[in-house]
């Protein structure tokens, strides 16, 4: 069904499938931020609006936290808890599967996007918040982080 | 074994030989940059989009050790818990990005005078391999204790790789005999030397010894790698330099200059005051090799130059220009965010730089490359002849 409703945008599953078949995502912060990030910075143009808005830990988007449940409901992607807090996201078989065939139909720039997830991987929490606050600082007016604020 | 060593081309003008490193990350080629915590918490601190990994294919994660971790340890090997998470979490950042990690456990004088002292070598040995083996790694750098045979044959129990780390500082007949005892390992299960950093004004002959060496050790599938570089050399001398580059897996050396803005009071344990002096503050210069004064260089064309790359953000423009004019704020000092950018500026010019190096050297080039760096080569030329 989802195929077929789609259409010619990528949506917030996409975003994330595309990320995790380079590699885990960490935990829940990385979900969001690198999904974030990747938006922003790469897919813009070629996705549908992923509703974030300044939240907690700057921008958050209720439709990724859906959609990372969603894919896991679908068995495309397995969360693996690491602890009571953190939890892991791993592609599966059948979502990478679904996701090579799906950016067929896109130009994706893979390698450009690949150095990029190495790059925010490297990051710990307080890094990815404090790149992410640096480059959008518009996300952090709710935040409960304030020292990592650069304005 | 997951380490091997193959040499590769050798320069006949410069004598230098390129070695090739092969992982189950797959393969690095000497010389080449090594990334570390201080690196990495850098990063951090800017929320830099630098890309660590990109041209440093191998992370030395360090971890320091007292006389109680010590003691705790050999109590218990649980008590590795404590670094254990610590542990995982950098491997985990680095982990898709094709880096050979390192990590060593640095003991403290106490600790490692201790260790010899009360003869808890083996069992210290015994409880790093079965820590290094639990976590999944499969080559140990542990100093030598002066009993690099019985610390090799502890290792190889564990089935682990053994890099001896041997102090260039110590007296040369000790190093001399360390490294004639590594020579005789066998190369499957000791491939590597590792050395820690110290100037060649610091220790001439045991750098002779080295380069006498170095030809027997390639042919042997062995190399060397250095531990504890500093970005910037102590020397008083005016130039950066590059540290016997293509035989020791190494780095980029610069100078060393004074100190920084919200450096600790080791005394008082507390943040000193804004030392009145960007004057001290350097920025790398990658065509002379060479630090300028910051307040040397005009600070909008230096912009403008670097806009495509860390300076590309509002908040690292603004951090430069603060840094320049005197006007840091209490958020830049609590956050070092000097220091920080600093390092990832130097990494950030730095690593083109490096590639140049490494192409003259794949190309056979190396001493034209050295002959381009007037003043670096004069002060190398003066080492050697010194």
Excluded at chain 1, 100 to 108: W, Y
């Amino acid at each position: 069904m989802q195929f077929q409703i789609k259409g010619n945008k990528l949506f917030g599953d996409d975003l994330i499938l595309i990320l995790t078949n380079i590699s885990d995502i960490r935990n829940t912060t990385f979900l969001q931020k690198e999904v974030f990030l990747l938006w922003k910075e790469y897919l813009y143009e070629q996705s549908a609006d992923l509703s974030y808005f300044p939240y907690h830990f700057g921008p958050y988007s209720y439709v990724i936290q859906r959609f990372s449940e969603y894919l896991e409901k679908l068995g495309m992607i397995k969360i693996k808890k690491m602890s009571k807090t953190v939890h892991r996201y791993i592609i599966t078989k059948k979502g990478r599967d679904y996701i090579q065939q799906r950016m067929k139909n896109f130009k994706i720039d893979m390698d450009s996007i690949k150095a990029a997830k190495d790059s925010w991987d490297e990051h710990g929490n307080t890094g990815m918040l404090r790149q992410v606050y640096k480059d959008y600082p518009q996300y952090t007016s709710l935040t409960k982080r304030p020292s990592l604020k650069w304005y | 074994m997951v380490l091997s060593v193959s040499p590769g081309d050798k320069d006949d003008s410069s004598k230098l030989t390129i070695l090739k490193i092969h992982s189950s990350k797959g393969q690095i080629t000497t010389p080449m940059r090594t990334i570390n915590r201080n690196d990495v918490s850098a990063k951090d601190a800017i929320g830099s989009n630098i890309h660590l990994a990109k041209t440093a294919k191998s992370f030395f994660y360090e971890v320091p050790l007292n006389v109680n971790d010590v003691i705790n340890i050999l109590n218990d090997a649980k008590n590795f818990d404590k670094f254990e998470k610590k542990i995982f979490d950098m491997m985990d950042r680095f982990s898709n990005s094709g880096v050979l990690f390192f990590l060593y456990f640095s003991l403290t004088n106490e600790a490692y005078a201790d260790i010899i002292l009360k003869d808890w070598i083996k069992l210290y040995v015994h409880r790093i391999c079965d820590f290094t083996n639990e976590i999944g790694l499969e080559c140990v750098i542990l100093p030598t204790f002066n009993k690099i045979k019985t610390v090799a044959e502890v290792v190889q129990k564990h089935d682990l790789q053994f890099i001896p780390k041997i102090n260039l500082k110590n007296d040369f007949s000790l190093v001399e005999k360390e490294m004639d005892e590594f020579e005789k390992f066998d190369c499957s299960n000791s491939p590597l030397l590792a050395i820690n950093f110290c100037t060649y004004l610091d220790a001439k002959d045991q750098y002779k010894k080295i380069i006498k060496k170095f030809d027997d050790w390639h042919e042997r599938n062995k190399a060397i790698l250095t531990m504890g570089a500093e970005r910037k050399l102590q020397s008083c001398d005016n130039v950066s330099g590059i540290h016997y580059p293509a035989v020791i897996y190494g780095d980029l050396i610069a100078e060393k200059f004074g100190r920084f803005f919200g450096d600790t009071d080791n005394k008082n344990k507390k943040k000193t005051k804004l030392l009145d002096n960007a004057n001290n503050l350097r920025w790398f210069d990658r065509n002379g090799l060479q630090f300028s004064r910051i307040q040397e260089v005009d600070v909008d064309s230096f912009l403008e130059s670097r806009k495509s790359g860390i300076y590309g953000n509002s908040a690292t423009r603004g951090l430069l220009i603060r840094i320049a004019t005197n006007q840091l704020t209490l958020d830049d000092i609590k956050n070092r965010r000097a220091n920080a950018l600093n390092r990832i500026d130097e990494n950030d010019l730095s690593r083109p730089e490096f590639e140049v190096f490494q192409k003259h050297i794949s190309n056979r080039e190396v001493t034209f490359y050295k002959n381009s760096k007037k003043e670096l080569n004069d002060v190398l030329k003066k080492h050697f002849s010194s």
